[in-house]
């Protein structure tokens, strides 16, 4: 599956945002998918999981009633709502598909499939 980002670009501190992640290719991989960000220097860390089918959902404590994650399963289409975004929040943004089905990772390495990523720069 082909995952493409956008979305993304300068918000300021306490702004909104909304991230983008477009699936093609296998499109009837019905998998899990997550968001991901890399700030330079560190490790690609968890943001946010959904489910395909459902709304189940989960987040990482930094994100935690701030960021929604959510999709349209018609237009196989992923999205993140970032609200209230802090200048920690700065990276690179990344969406994957999971590699086991609807198990929603919290680790990079159960995605097998990225997109290219999207800058998201918060400034204070």
């Known amino acids: 599956v082909q995952l493409v980002e956008s979305g993304g670009g300068l918000v300021q501190a306490g702004g909104s945002l909304r991230l983008s992640c477009a699936a093609s290719g296998e499109t009837v991989r019905t998998y899990a998918r997550g968001w991901f960000r890399q700030a330079p220097g560190k490790e690609r860390e968890f943001v946010a999981a959904?489910?395909?089918?459902?709304?189940?959902?989960r987040y990482a404590d930094s994100v935690k009633g701030r960021f929604t994650i959510s999709k349209d399963n018609a237009k196989v289409t992923m999205y993140l709502e970032m609200n209230s975004p802090k200048p920690e929040d700065t990276a690179v943004y990344y969406c994957g598909a999971s590699g086991g089905g609807e198990n929603m990772y919290d680790t990079a390495e159960g995605y097998t499939d990225w997109g290219q990523g999207t800058q998201v720069t918060v400034s204070s």
């Open positions: 959904i489910a395909w089918f459902g709304t189940t959902a």
